[in-house]
């Protein structure tokens, strides 16, 4: 079974729709959630972390953490074509450990 | 955000010859460096941990006398690829730490061995 697990999609959403991208993790022990954001050809920027039950939210972004699920989440509200990319989730298990990333298709 | 700038961005060279990819935190002192490789269409792949003023930890499969990592001062490692073959051939990314578990990317180097 994979560390972190996520769907490579392609999730493909209308421009305006929320994109709702999930990442499942294994290691009950991770404190640490983080999501980044790769354009094609580019290295990884981080968008968001989570440390707490709940969710946290950054403009048009919101991470939502589930520990007892094993579960983290990113909602992308008023997706625009320029959110087209790929999320990676991470988490940190004494050093980053990421998922495989899903792609994100926003169509005008 | 914190600033990570790696260089060169693009190297090309040929078969046996060493390349050297130096990242640097720009406005914050990283005492851990991580080195990934990212293939296409494929997530990173974590090569090595490097910590300042010690020896690097490297993932298993990864050869330490082929890819060299220095880490001489809190901003700057470098990775060097030594005798590059085309099978090298990638996209290494690197990646500063500054606070306990926050990781900061740099822009990447992309490596094409002839």
């Known amino acids: 079974q994979k560390e972190v697990e996520q769907n490579s999609g392609p999730l493909s959403v209308p421009e305006g729709a929320i994109a709702s991208l999930n990442c499942t993790y294994s290691d009950r022990g991770s404190q640490s959630f983080f999501w980044y954001r790769q354009y094609s050809g580019k290295s990884p920027e981080l968008i968001m972390f989570i440390y707490s039950n709940g969710d946290k939210e950054d403009g048009r972004f919101t991470a939502q953490l589930n520990k007892a699920s094993q579960y983290v989440s990113l909602l992308i509200r008023d997706s625009q074509p320029s959110d087209s990319a790929t999320y990676l989730c991470?988490?940190?298990?004494?050093?980053?450990?990421f998922g495989q990333g899903t792609e994100l298709s926003v169509k005008p | 955000g914190a600033v990570v700038s790696q260089h060169p961005s693009r190297v090309i060279c040929k078969s046996g010859t060493s390349v050297k990819i130096e990242c640097r935190s720009l406005?914050?002192?990283?005492?851990?460096m991580f080195w990934y490789r990212q293939f296409p269409k494929q997530s990173l792949m974590l090569m090595a941990t490097?910590?300042?003023?010690?020896?690097?930890?490297?993932e298993q499969g990864v050869e330490k006398d082929k890819f060299l990592i220095n880490h001489a001062s809190l901003t700057l490692s470098t990775l060097t690829v030594t005798s590059a073959h085309p099978e090298d051939s990638s996209f290494y990314i690197c990646?500063?730490?500054?606070?306990?578990?926050?990781?900061?990317f740099g822009p990447g180097t992309r490596l094409t061995v002839l």
């Open positions: 406005d914050f002192q990283a005492t851990t």
């Open positions: 991470a988490v940190n298990g004494g050093k980053l450990i």
């Open positions: 490097s910590n300042e003023g010690s020896k690097a930890t490297y």
């Open positions: 990646s500063a730490r500054d606070r306990p578990d926050t990781q900061y």
